[in-house]
């Protein structure tokens, strides 16, 4: 029984970080394409395209990666009774910040599409440090458990 617990609680590891693998790639990713889809000409079939790889990379790779990642981040903290350490109240609270930059991005994909720009490039570009220091902290709370 002991043995199964342990296996149970590797695999939850294992999906967890993978999929938080590709939760970042995708967070990465799409104000990436903000700036290309900025670039194109408004009303024009480069446009087009642009609103159309925004959706799919959200609805294919972004959405589901952040509900899984979630999902099996709670099953673990759960299985190794992690709700009541300092260290996990700190990753969630950065967990909460990824998910509203998240949102954010969702909504930006929306303006696009209604042929809004509201965001230079250079600040699209500067997003992108968002989910890279979320993401650094996250790691050192996760791992080197600080409190
Ligand atoms: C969505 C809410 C999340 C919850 C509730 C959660 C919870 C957890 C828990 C309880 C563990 C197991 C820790 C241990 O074995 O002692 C874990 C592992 C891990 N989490 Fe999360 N997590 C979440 C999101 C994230 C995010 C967004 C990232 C990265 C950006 C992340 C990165 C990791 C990594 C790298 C590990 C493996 C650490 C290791 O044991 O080597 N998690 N998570």
């Not at 303006?111 to 989910?131: F, H, I, S, Y």
């Amino acid at each position: 029984m002991q043995d199964v617990l342990a296996m149970t609680y590797y695999w939850l590891k294992a999906g967890h970080v993978i999929f938080v693998i590709f939760w970042m790639a995708g967070l990465f990713m799409l104000p990436r394409l903000f700036v290309y889809h900025q670039e194109s000409a408004p009303d024009s079939p480069d446009q087009a395209l642009w609103v159309d790889r925004e959706r799919k990379l959200l609805r294919i790779i972004l959405n589901p990666s952040m509900i899984v990642v979630w999902l099996l981040g709670l099953a673990l903290a759960v299985s190794t009774g992690a709700f009541t350490q300092g260290w996990l109240h700190a990753k969630l609270l950065l967990v909460l910040v990824l998910s509203g930059y998240h949102g954010y991005l969702a909504g930006y994909a929306r303006k696009l599409a209604r042929g809004e720009r509201p965001l230079a490039g250079r600040t699209l570009r500067l997003l992108n440090e968002v989910p890279g220091v979320a993401a650094a902290l996250i790691v050192v709370l996760v791992v080197v458990k600080p409190f």
